[in-house]
């Protein structure tokens, strides 16, 4: 069996993490005594906006309560191993602010419908849920960073390439502001709890947005952004294509490194409430993975 050689951190980082966040929340010095966040979370950052492409592995570094619906339609190239075709995907994600600092996050779920020239099928997708804390929040300069660290479980639909592989994902995300504009990073690794049903996969992504219009009740931000993913060790299924963040197919992909780009807008109404929606494409070849081009559209409603 091969054993991923990064899970003997991972494990240890998850549980520690764990344990510190908790510990902090728990801490009566660090909160005021009549708000220690719960529910409303950290306040100071309403003015930035969430990250939109790549939904499951991009978390901001933010701290809110709120719901988020998801729709993904998502095309594979006609030359890829999929022999064309797309997958729609129906989801919801929640976030819940336990202390100022410490969120509890539900990032997959929902439900897909998988039609291309290979494989026709639906069913629903796994589930991944987690923790994540937040390390520095300077509000003069308005700067945020945020560890955290999520745990998926192989319980989607074979059918439509779900049920792979245990994981364990963690990760940082960073943002800062420069009045009008705005910029979100994120790292991820993502490591399965077996070697050879799931790939390790490395992800970055980035994310930048402009005010058009601040101060108004009525947000309007244009936005651009990059996602980055590296295979970082193959499978034992002899599949020559990666599951990108849709899946994790414990493949071993014919190229290790696949990326992509995004634009498009996001609309914040008295900053509870946002719409967003945009076109991402592949900028490697689309041939050599599942990666052609994905239409993204989300509405967030914040507690």
């Not at 950052?45 to 901001?60: C, M, N, R, T």
């Not at 006609?78 to 797309?86: H, I, K, N, P, T």
Request: net charge negative.
């Amino acid at each position: 069996m091969n054993r991923s050689p990064l899970l003997p951190l991972a494990l240890p980082c998850f549980v520690a993490a764990v344990l510190v966040a908790s510990a902090s929340a728990q801490d009566p010095a660090a909160q005021p005594a009549k708000d220690n966040g719960f529910l409303t979370g950290l306040r100071g950052f309403e003015h930035f906006h969430e990250p939109l492409g790549q939904p499951l592995y991009f978390e901001s570094p933010f701290n809110d309560t709120g719901v988020r619906a998801l729709y993904l339609k998502h095309n594979f190239s006609d030359q890829s191993l999929l022999q064309g075709g797309d997958v729609t995907v129906y989801a919801v994600q929640a976030r819940l602010a336990i202390t100022e600092k410490l969120a509890f996050i539900a990032t997959k779920d929902g439900y897909s419908e998988l039609d291309s020239g290979l494989i026709q099928d639906e069913g629903w997708n796994d589930l991944a849920a987690g923790f994540k804390y937040v390390l520095v929040a300077d509000k003069a300069k308005d700067y945020v960073v945020t560890p955290g660290i999520r745990y998926m479980a192989e319980n989607g639909h074979r059918g439509i390439l779900q049920g792979g592989a245990d994981e364990v994902s963690p990760f940082v995300s960073v943002a800062k502001g420069y009045e009008r504009l705005h910029l979100l990073g994120n790292v991820t690794l993502r490591v399965p709890m077996d070697g050879d049903e799931g790939n390790t996969v490395g992800h970055w992504d980035l994310h930048v947005d402009y005010d058009v219009n601040p101060g108004s009740d009525t947000v309007f931000a244009p936005l651009f952004e990059l996602h980055g993913i590296h295979y970082l060790s193959d499978g034992d299924t002899a599949l020559p294509v990666g599951g990108l963040d849709y899946t994790n197919l414990g493949s071993q992909p014919a190229e290790s490194f696949v990326a992509w780009a995004g634009i498009g807008a996001r609309l914040e109404i008295s900053k509870k409430y946002e719409i967003g929606a945009c076109y991402e494409f592949a900028l490697t070849d689309p041939d050599d993975d599942i990666m052609d081009t994905r239409i993204t559209v989300d509405f967030i409603a914040r507690w």
